[in-house]
């Protein structure tokens, strides 16, 4: 399956929704679950918290997605001042996204002539996104999100979590079982107020 393709899947299934999981907290509710913020201080991370939460992603990601062919999307905000290196390293380029997608983010991007989106699919295995989620991990790279067009899964992790949508409630009990440690006791919806311009990249705390 090509990008356009996948890209086309991911349109049907998240019904023209981008590609970024706080969003799409409130138009899938009843998909998501939220694996918690992975490291355990308050404060700056370490490079070791940032590497176990890196490998925390690349767990999560391995359980839903390994087997199968994935989209990965990612929004550079600023292509300039972002570590970009470690998508195109997995063959990611710039595509043009759906016209919807500006429509529900243009109260989010800083300003759609700098923000960029690119995309590849592969056939996923472990450890193959290890800089990305450090990347991710330490707030270096703008929002990521990954989906396998044959289940429908998504995964978007965020500095220290992710919003991780899974279609199936046994299959979605089986990952909350799995990574029980990870996820919040209480399912808490995503933020009720509207972000400000930029805030597509997480804060951490």
Same mark, same amino acid.
């Given at each position: ?8 899947a991911?349109?049907?299934?998240y ?10 907290r409130?138009?899938h509710?009843?998909?998501w =679950?939220?694996?918690h ?5 308050a404060g700056s991370a370490?490079r070791?918290?940032?590497?176990r939460?890196a490998?925390r %992603? ?5 359980a839903? %997605?390994?087997?199968?062919t ?7 905000l ?7 290196g ?6 990611? =380029?710039p595509i043009?996204? /759906?016209p919807a997608?500006i ?5 989010y991007l800083p300003?759609?002539s700098r923000a960029?989106?690119?995309a590849? =699919?592969?056939s ?11 990347a991710v ?7 990521v ?5 044959a289940t429908?899964?998504? %995964?978007?992790?965020?500095g220290?979590?992710a ?5 199936g409630?046994d299959?979605r009990?089986k990952?909350? !079982?799995r990574?029980r440690?990870?996820?919040p006791?209480a399912?808490t /919806?995503?933020p009720?107020? /509207?972000h400000?311009?930029? !805030?597509?990249?997480?804060k951490r705390?």
């Amino acid at each position: 399956m090509d990008v356009h393709e996948a890209v086309e899947a991911w349109q049907a299934q998240y019904s023209g929704q981008p590609p970024v999981g706080f969003m799409l907290r409130f138009t899938h509710e009843a998909v998501w =679950t939220r694996v918690h913020y992975l490291r355990d201080s308050a404060g700056s991370a370490t490079r070791e918290e940032d590497e176990r939460t890196a490998s925390r %992603f690349d767990a999560v990601a391995s359980a839903l %997605f390994t087997g199968t062919t994935v989209l990965i999307l990612a929004i550079h905000l600023d292509p300039q001042h972002e570590a970009t290196g470690e998508l195109r390293a997995i063959g990611a =380029t710039p595509i043009e996204p /759906p016209p919807a997608w500006i429509e529900s983010l243009r109260d989010y991007l800083p300003g759609s002539s700098r923000a960029e989106f690119v995309a590849t =699919t592969l056939s996923w295995q472990r450890g193959l996104l290890d800089r990305v989620w450090l990347a991710v991990a330490r707030d270096r790279v703008g929002r990521v999100a990954l989906f396998a067009p044959a289940t429908g899964d998504a %995964f978007c992790p965020y500095g220290g979590g992710a919003d991780v949508f899974v279609w199936g409630s046994d299959r979605r009990s089986k990952l909350g !079982d799995r990574f029980r440690a990870w996820v919040p006791a209480a399912r808490t /919806p995503g933020p009720s107020a /509207p972000h400000p311009a930029g !805030d597509l990249i997480g804060k951490r705390g």
